[in-house]
């Protein structure tokens, strides 16, 4: 697996788990704990955004020039399995 992939699955997991940490939170508004940890994964995902960002272009066709979005390899350009 190439660096950008696992970055990218680094910025899925933790969009995941900040997504059910949202949910939860809807739940229980009060739980301290969990918003803070929320707020922990918030800054941790715009980290990991930044990075990936910085190295491979945008992650969506809203944060480019438009034209950057159509200058990334897509997932089909790149050949074989890197390891």
Not at 24 to 30: A, F
Not at 64 to 73: Q, R, S, V
Request: proline share 6%.
């Amino acid at each position: 697996m190439s660096h950008r992939e696992k970055l990218l699955r680094r910025v899925s997991a933790v969009q995941f788990a900040l997504w059910e940490l949202h949910l939860y939170l809807n739940t229980h508004p009060s739980d301290m704990e969990a918003l803070s940890l929320h707020e922990q994964y918030e800054m941790k995902l715009a980290k990991l955004k930044t990075e990936f960002e910085e190295k491979y272009g945008p992650l969506t066709p809203i944060q480019g020039e438009g034209i950057d979005w159509l200058k990334n390899p897509w997932p089909w350009d790149v050949e074989g399995d890197e390891k």
